[in-house]
């Protein structure tokens, strides 16, 4: 996991999250914006883990 900021030329800043898998070489998230509260960094790794969902109420099981 990573995180990373940078400026646009017009000022305004941005964040990334990124979530790699560097035993293939593979990104497996990137979440980009403004503003990136904890609740969605935590549910961007749950998403990423392993390529499962995550068990709880952010999805429907079968």
């Known amino acids: 996991m990573d995180f990373m900021a940078n400026t ?3 000022g305004q800043h941005f964040h990334t999250f990124n979530v790699l898998d560097e035993g293939v070489h593979k990104a497996l998230a990137i979440e980009i914006d403004t ?10 790794g749950q998403l990423s883990d392993w390529g499962r969902p995550p068990q709880g109420d952010l999805w429907q099981q079968p």
Do not use: C, D, K
């Not at 503003?35 to 961007?44: F, G, K």
């Open 8 to 10: 646009l030329y017009g």
């Open 35 to 44: 503003h990136l509260p904890t609740e969605r960094v935590i549910r961007t």
